[in-house]
């Protein structure tokens, strides 16, 4: 194995183009033989029959059923309903074939697993995807996948009038436990089921779930909780609470009732350090103390639900935004997921330090590296992670991979991307995702240095970076961010 320290290479520049040196012959030079689920032969735990996780020489591990390590890189939307325009494009509306094919195209580009399920809920709102044959195809290849037990629905999935539940309530229970029910027996001996994941919309938007719950009719479960909980937080002085809330009660239990609390829109991003200084200190604590109440409540109703049906398999969790949870939050909620699965690596917030207060491995879970916009020059709207060209986007995924092989306490990648640009919401932002156009035309470079980065997948993962090391890689990545970023500032 090629080996470099990166301290020799102090420019960010020369790290970047270091790493991408390696990694143009690592596939040829690679020693490790995989198995038959793609882990490495060259680094093995134990033969449980399951993916399960370990740690070996300091490094964080997926480990395969017949033991052997393995390093996750997949896409979050293998399938999606929105493909629906390019199946129609590109293969005169044949699903079957639009899924063969895309699956293998996936293959060849060295994705190697599954971790968003064949699909998610929020990307197949019209049953484009079917499923069933997905995972029989998965099951052909010995292509793991994970498998959604989904706990609260992605905002998309939102019909009119329909509102957000109440997690307190013993029928939102009842109702997890039924739908691991009808899951859980269908994949508990599965050896290719790589564990569960509880979807995408969790805590991404915690001021909308905490105001939400207090605003909820008197005697809901879930605005007695965390009204009792305000209540014991105070002490019962309500001299205190209105000085802090600025309001006027007669007596704090009003906040049952007739009173509701709620938090503006600045704490949803509370845990950036630039945004949590200007906070009102008190009301933060108050609500990181029910942000943390609500995460325990729901992560131990989706463990205890799966674990009635299932001992065998991995609890991923929700994949939120890295500034979801607190530190403090995640260390409470740990006792109930295998893993942290943030959505994306942050430069302001440090996911390795959750990882390393859980003691918890990281899967990324929705990783960006950027979405093209055709017309960014003249446009006035959102361009949301937009960078300047598809040849951009690759030299950012490359960087971004780099980072993830090398941090030792990262054991997966799934990205936000399709292999086609996307019809529907996608297309009416003009926001283009795809390693290949609705028209099925590739975006060569892109696909080529996607290829050549996944397929070193072993050649560097088992030589993991020092802490200074780790470091030089992620100053890299966000320079390749504020390079190409359409607004020419750090991505944030």
Same mark, same amino acid.
């Given at each position: 194995m090629l080996r470099t320290n990166l301290l020799? &290479?102090?420019?960010?520049?020369?790290? &970047?183009?270091? %790493?991408?040196?390696?990694?143009?012959?690592?596939?040829?030079?690679?020693?490790?033989k995989l198995d038959k689920y793609g882990g490495t032969k060259a680094i093995t735990g134990n033969a449980t029959g399951f993916f399960h996780i370990e740690k070996i020489d300091g490094r964080h591990w997926f480990i395969t059923p017949d033991g052997?390590?393995?390093?996750?890189?997949?896409?979050?939307?293998?399938?999606?309903? /929105?493909?629906?325009?390019?199946?129609?494009?590109?293969?005169?509306?044949?699903?079957?074939?639009?899924?063969?094919?895309?699956?293998?195209?996936?293959?060849?580009? #060295?994705?190697?697993?599954?971790?968003?399920?064949?699909?998610?809920?929020?990307?197949?709102?019209?049953?484009f995807v079917d499923v069933r044959k997905a995972e029989a195809m998965f099951r052909n290849a010995n292509f793991p996948f994970a498998v959604g037990v989904i706990l609260l629905k992605h905002p998309w999935e939102f019909v009119d009038g329909e509102t957000l539940p109440d997690i307190f309530h013993p029928d939102y229970e009842q109702l997890i436990l039924s739908r691991a029910g009808q899951i859980c027996p269908h994949y508990k001996e599965d050896p290719l089921c790589m564990g569960y994941y509880y979807g995408f919309g969790a805590f991404n938007k915690a001021d909308q779930w905490v105001n939400h719950h207090l605003a909820l009719p008197s005697g809901s479960?879930?605005? /007695?909780?965390?009204?009792?909980?305000?209540?014991?937080?105070?002490?019962?002085?309500?001299?205190? &609470?209105? /000085?802090?809330?600025?309001?006027?009660?007669?007596?704090?239990?009003?906040?049952?009732?007739?009173?509701?609390? !709620?938090?503006?829109?600045?704490?949803?991003?509370?845990?950036?350090?630039r945004i949590r200084a200007s906070l009102n200190q008190q009301k933060l604590t108050d609500f990181e103390a029910i942000v943390s109440h609500m995460c325990v409540t729901l992560y131990r109703i989706g463990h205890d639900a799966i674990r009635r049906w299932d001992q065998n398999h991995l609890i991923l969790g929700s994949f939120i935004k890295e500034w979801a949870l607190s530190l403090d939050s995640w260390k409470k909620a740990a006792p109930y997921v295998d893993m942290i699965a943030p959505q994306h690596v942050n430069e302001f917030i440090s996911v390795n330090d959750i990882a390393?207060?859980?003691?918890?491995?990281?899967?990324?879970?929705?990783?960006? &590296?950027? %979405?093209?916009?055709?017309?960014?020059?003249?446009?006035? @709207?959102?361009?949301?992670? @937009?960078?300047?060209?598809?040849?951009?986007?690759?030299?950012?995924?490359?960087?971004?991979?780099?980072?993830?092989?090398?941090?030792?306490?990262?054991? #997966?990648? !799934?990205?936000?991307?399709?292999?086609?640009?996307?019809?529907g919401n996608t297309l009416a932002k003009n926001s283009q995702n795809g390693f290949y156009s609705l028209t099925g035309k590739p975006r060569q470079k892109l696909i080529d240095v996607v290829t050549q980065t996944n397929r070193a997948v072993y050649d560097h993962t088992p030589d993991p970076a020092s802490p200074e090391q780790l470091e030089a890689l992620h100053k890299a990545l966000f320079a390749k961010w504020s390079e190409h970023s359409v607004k020419r500032t750090p991505n944030r």
């Open positions: 020799h &290479f102090s420019p960010i520049a020369g790290v &970047f183009a270091v %790493f991408l040196a390696l990694t143009s012959h690592a596939h040829a030079q690679s020693i490790s052997s390590a393995f390093f996750a890189v997949a896409l979050s939307h293998l399938f999606s309903g /929105e493909s629906d325009l390019a199946c129609q494009n590109v293969y005169g509306g044949d699903a079957d074939a639009w899924m063969k094919d895309s699956f293998a195209k996936a293959r060849e580009m #060295g994705f190697n697993c599954a971790l968003g399920s064949a699909t998610s809920p929020e990307r197949n709102l019209n049953g479960p879930g605005r /007695e909780v965390l009204a009792d909980l305000l209540i014991r937080r105070y002490e019962g002085d309500v001299v205190k &609470f209105n /000085e802090v809330y600025g309001c006027s009660l007669n007596d704090i239990s009003e906040i049952k009732s007739t009173f509701n609390v !709620t938090y503006e829109k600045e704490y949803e991003r509370r845990n950036y350090p390393e207060a859980t003691g918890l491995p990281i899967i990324f879970s929705d990783e960006y &590296f950027g %979405f093209h916009y055709p017309d960014y020059k003249t446009r006035t @709207g959102n361009v949301h992670a @937009g960078l300047i060209s598809h040849d951009a986007r690759g030299e950012v995924y490359a960087a971004n991979l780099m980072r993830h092989f090398k941090d030792p306490a990262v054991i #997966g990648v !799934t990205y936000c991307a399709c292999m086609f640009d996307q019809g």
